[in-house]
């Protein structure tokens, strides 16, 4: 949760430190690059003092070697959380690159500090969910992030189609709480724990492979498109996209939810059914064709009572059962051999 926290609130913080820079300090183009540059240089700094957690391999291209890989047991579950884990990332890459611009058609305002505290709104609402609902279960999470996902793409297209600044900042907010809780929280955080510890690296980087793409191929369709249809209409049309994908990410795991209640109940019923059946069985084969169900005696003996009789406790015969304790079966007095 911290890490997930952690690097949303970064980007919500660079995206408005950087366009207060642009906006009000001498050089943007220049300055902000020699503070990335700086602040890179700490960081590197700083990795070498981290403890190492996992045992060393021999040999260094080895060590270097990337592992993608999803385990066998995590597979249908990723496959339920795509939708989510695609439409996420793809609501993060539309605020940062068309946000901005629409920022500024919208509010209709040349102020580029709006374009920052959109991205502000949409990384830093993300990393606040994060901590916020951390008490949520995984499926949980999951489920109201999509919904978020859902509501935040159509706040924002009706904010864009009305120009209406407060829909489309409101929009962006709720989109992105729907980021913190949908993928971090739920996404990922049901996926690595399917994982053995061995097989979690694999998995983390399967996961943000996924990520990454989702991120970054639908911004460069976006830009190519922009250049042809304009910016409104290649928003409408990408924001459109999103509401539809956040609602199948949504849908599906309603679906998956559904079927795993009702297979437990469904196998549940079909044993009270084979039970019922069995001792049904039982009760034939112990009744005899004749309907006498047995009673034991003290003495051991087995005493058959009459199925049909009109008085309960009327005894018809006794003799020792042949599938009981006691030996071969004798006739009783008044019975016939």
């Known amino acids: 949760m911290v890490t997930s926290a952690t690097v949303l609130l970064g980007l919500a913080v660079g995206g408005l430190g950087t366009s207060v820079l642009v906006q009000y300090a001498p050089a943007p183009t220049h300055l902000i690059w020699w503070l990335l540059l700086g602040a890179s240089a700490a960081a590197a700094v700083a990795v070498l003092a981290i403890p190492e957690t996992t045992p060393g391999r021999t040999g260094v291209l080895t060590a270097l070697r990337p592992r993608v890989a999803v385990p066998r047991q995590a597979r249908g579950t990723l496959a ?6 695609i439409a996420a990332p793809a609501v993060n890459g539309f605020y940062l690159s068309l946000g901005p611009s629409l920022a500024a058609q919208v509010l209709r305002s040349p102020d580029l500090l709006w374009g920052g505290l959109v991205i502000f709104l949409v990384a830093g609402t993300g990393a606040a969910a994060t901590v916020a609902f951390r008490g949520l279960s995984g499926p949980a999470a999951m489920l109201a992030g999509c919904l978020a996902l859902l509501a935040g793409a159509a706040m924002t297209l009706a904010g864009i189609e009305t120009a209406s600044a407060a829909a489309f900042l409101a929009g962006t907010a709720v989109a992105g709480a729907g980021v913190g809780t949908g993928f971090f929280l739920g996404a990922y955080r049901i996926l690595t724990a399917l994982a053995s510890p061995d097989q979690r690296a694999g998995l983390v980087a399967a996961i943000w492979v996924v990520f990454y793409l989702a991120f970054s191929v639908p911004v460069v369709a976006a830009g190519v ?6 910016l409104h209409q290649t928003a409408v049309v990408y924001s459109a996209a999103l509401a539809v994908l956040a609602a199948a ?4 795991f309603l679906f998956r939810m559904r079927s795993q209640t009702a297979g437990p109940t469904q196998r549940r019923h079909e044993q009270g059914r084979t039970a019922d059946t069995e001792r049904e069985a039982d009760d034939r084969d112990d009744h005899g064709a004749c309907g006498r169900s047995p009673h034991r005696e003290a003495n051991g003996t087995w005493l058959y009572r009459g199925a049909a009789a009109r008085e309960p406790g009327v005894i018809y015969g006794s003799h020792v059962h042949p599938d009981l304790p006691g030996g071969t079966a004798q006739p009783s007095e008044g019975e016939a051999p």
């Open 80 to 85: 339920v959380a795509l939708p989510c884990m």
């Open 225 to 230: 498109a922009t250049t042809h249809f304009g």
């Open 249 to 252: 990410a949504a849908g599906s």
